[in-house]
C-alpha cells in the first residue's frame, strides 16, 4: 500500500506514527512512575483473644492474637496489641510488643482482673494501624488454705481463704489418698458464705497419709488452692508379753509397744473367748516410756479356766490390740475361807503354796480385822490386816500384810490343812536350795515385772515366786514400799516384843532371817500339814 502512496503522504504517516509511539511509551513510564512511588497506607489487621484457666493459678493466662491483612504499602517495623479500660485503647494506653513484620503473632497480654479492651497495632511508614477493639473480663479467683490442724485418727481442721471478683456458690475441702484431690474424691462443702471459711475433713483412716486442697465454685468452674499432705494419728502397734508364773495364781503378762504414741491407756485384757476386748476384763498399767512396755497382774482368775489374753493401748485413734495368748490357769491345791484359790510346788519333801496369803478370816470363819492407820497398827496387839501400801488394787498378786498376832493366833491364818512355816521349816527349805547365799535367787520371781531392775539374778527355779510385797512398819507407822522387799512371818516369837521373820530383797540373791516387832505386817507363805 505503501507503494502506491504518493511520497509527500509517505513522510507525514511516518511522522504521526513516530509521534504516537514516543506519546505511548511516556504514558506508561509515567504511569509506572507513579505507581512506585504512591504514598504507603497504615496496616490492617485482625485482633482475637482467648483465656486459660489453668489448675491452681488464681488468674487466667491471656492470649492475643492478630493477622495482617495488608502491611499498607510500607514495612512494619513493631507490631503487638495494646488494651486498656476505654473502648479503642491506644498503644498510650498500655502495649505489649510482639516483633515485626507480616507474620501472623500471638502473645500473653497482663491484663487486670475486671472489663479491659484489647487492640492489635502495628506500625510502618504512615503510622500505627489498629484491629478491632475486643472487650475481655478477666475473673479471679485466689483460694488458700489459712490454717490447718487438729489432726487426729480419724479428721483434722481446715480453714481456707477466697479472694474473687466474681461470686462464689460454694466452698469446702476434697482430699484423697492420691496427689491433686478434686471434689469428685472425698469433700464436704463448707456451711459459711463468707471469704473465710471452716471445714471438718471427717471419715480418715488412722495412720493414712492424704493430700487435701481448698475449693471455691464459681457456676460450673472449680477454684483449688495449692496442695497439703498430712497424716492422720495411727493406732498403737504392741505385742502381747509371755506369760510368767504359768501354773499359778499369781499369772503376769502385759504388752510392748512397737510403734505409735499418745497412749491414754494400757493394759491387758482377757475373757473366756477368742479375741477378748476391753469390753471383757481389764487391768490399767502403768507404761514405762523408757522401755514402752508394761506389766498386768490379770486378778479373779477362776482355777482350771482357759482363758484368752491381748495386750491394749489405747490413744486419740482408738484402742489396739496386741497378739493373742491363751491359757489354761491350774487346778487349785486349795481355797481360803474368802473363796482365794491357791496353786501348789513340791521343793523337796515340803508342798507350798505358790502365792502369797489373801484371806480375811481365819480359816475357822473368824474375821480378821483391818487396820488402816498407823497409829494404831504399830500399837495393836489384836491380829490384823492391810493391803500392800494401804490400797486395794496390790492385792492381786502382791496378797495381804499380817502383823504377827494373826499369824500365831491358833485359829489358824492358813487354810484347813495348811499353816505358817515354822523357823525349822523354813530352814529346810533353804537347805534344799543350797544354803541362804544362793537359795533367795532360786525362790524369788524372776524378771523386772515386780522386783526392781537389781533383780536380774532371781531365776525362780524352785518355782516358789517370791514376790516383793514389802510391809507395814512397826516403827515409823508407814508402809515399806512395793518392788523391793518381800518378808515373810514364821509364828516363832523371840522375845515378847519381837518374832521370827525371813526377807529377800531385790539385789540380793541371799535370804535372810531376821527378829522383828511383833506389830510389823509382814507376807505369809503357807506350807502342807
Given amino acids: 500500500m505503501l507503494k502506491t502512496m504518493k511520497p509527500q503522504v509517505i513522510s507525514l504517516f511516518k511522522i504521526v506514527m513516530k509521534s504516537f509511539i514516543v506519546n505511548v511509551i511516556s504514558l506508561s513510564l509515567l504511569t509506572l512512575f507513579s505507581s512506585c512511588f504512591e504514598n504507603p497506607k497504615t496496616p490492617q489487621l485482625t485482633t482475637a483473644v482467648r483465656l486459660e484457666y489453668l489448675p491452681g493459678n488464681p488468674m487466667p493466662v491471656i492470649f492475643g492474637s492478630s493477622d495482617i491483612i495488608s502491611d499498607g504499602g510500607s ?4 507490631r503487638g496489641f495494646c488494651y486498656g479500660p476505654d473502648p479503642n485503647p491506644t498503644v498510650a494506653s498500655g502495649r505489649t510488643m510482639a516483633g515485626f513484620g507480616n507474620t501472623p503473632i500471638e502473645a500473653t497480654l497482663p491484663l487486670p482482673p475486671g472489663t479491659s479492651y484489647v487492640r492489635a497495632y502495628a506500625a510502618n511508614g504512615a503510622g500505627i494501624g489498629y484491629g478491632e477493639s475486643v472487650p475481655v473480663t478477666v475473673t479471679f479467683m485466689e483460694v488458700v488454705i489459712m490454717d490447718f490442724g487438729d489432726i487426729t485418727a480419724s479428721s483434722a481442721f481446715m480453714r481456707g481463704r477466697i479472694e474473687s471478683n466474681q461470686p462464689v456458690t460454694s466452698r469446702g475441702a476434697c482430699w484423697s489418698t492420691n ?9 464436704k462443702e463448707s456451711a459459711s458464705a463468707s471469704n473465710i471459711f471452716e471445714v471438718t475433713l471427717s471419715g480418715l483412716t488412722p495412720g493414712t497419709t492424704y493430700y487435701t486442697r481448698a475449693y471455691a465454685k464459681a457456676g460450673s468452674a472449680v477454684f483449688y488452692s495449692s496442695e497439703l499432705s498430712f497424716t492422720t494419728i495411727p493406732l498403737v502397734q504392741l505385742t502381747t508379753r509371755e506369760f510368767l508364773n504359768a501354773g499359778t495364781f499369781v499369772l503376769t503378762s502385759g504388752g510392748t509397744i512397737i510403734s505409735g504414741g499418745g497412749v491414754t491407756e494400757a493394759g491387758l485384757c482377757w475373757n473366756t473367748n477368742p479375741n477378748p476386748t476391753i469390753a471383757n476384763n481389764r487391768t490399767v498399767d502403768y507404761v514405762d516410756y523408757m522401755t514402752n512396755s508394761f506389766y498386768s497382774d490379770p486378778y479373779g482368775l477362776q482355777a482350771g479356766t482357759t482363758y484368752y489374753f491381748r495386750a491394749y493401748a489405747t490413744n486419740m485413734a482408738g484402742t489396739a490390740y496386741g497378739n493373742e495368748r491363751v491359757i489354761t490357769m491350774p487346778t487349785a491345791s486349795v481355797s481360803d475361807v474368802d473363796g482365794n484359790p491357791y496353786a501348789s510346788v513340791t521343793i523337796g519333801t515340803q508342798v507350798w503354796l505358790t502365792e502369797n496369803l489373801k ?3 481365819f480359816s475357822n470363819g473368824d474375821p480378821i480385822n483391818r487396820i488402816t492407820d498407823f497409829n494404831t497398827w504399830k500399837n495393836t496387839i489384836d491380829p490384823a490386816w492391810d493391803y500392800p501400801v494401804s490400797e486395794e488394787k496390790y492385792n492381786y498378786p502382791y496378797g495381804k500384810l499380817y502383823n504377827w498376832y494373826a499369824v500365831s493366833d491358833q485359829r489358824n491364818v492358813c487354810p484347813a490343812g495348811w499353816h505358817v512355816p515354822s523357823d525349822a521349816e523354813w530352814q529346810t527349805l533353804i537347805a534344799f536350795l543350797g544354803g541362804s547365799d544362793g537359795a533367795g535367787s532360786k ?4 524378771g523386772i515385772a515386780h ?5 536380774y539374778g532371781a531365776t525362780n527355779s524352785s518355782r516358789f515366786t517370791a514376790l516383793p510385797a514389802g510391809a507395814v512398819s512397826a516403827e515409823i507407822g508407814s508402809s515399806y514400799p512395793l518392788y523391793s522387799l518381800g518378808l515373810f512371818w514364821t509364828p516363832l516369837s523371840v522375845t515378847a516384843t519381837e518374832a521370827k521373820g525371813y526377807y529377800l530383797f531385790d539385789a540380793y540373791q541371799a535370804i535372810t532371817n531376821l527378829n522383828y516387832l511383833k506389830q510389823t505386817g509382814m507376807s505369809v507363805r503357807c506350807i502342807k500339814d
Fill in 443 to 446: 525362790l524369788k520371781e524372776a
Fill in 451 to 455: 522386783w526392781k531392775i537389781g533383780n
Fill in 75 to 78: 514495612e512494619i517495623f513493631e
Fill in 359 to 361: 484371806t480375811t478370816r
Fill in 179 to 187: 496427689h491433686n484431690p478434686t471434689i469428685n474424691d472425698f469433700s
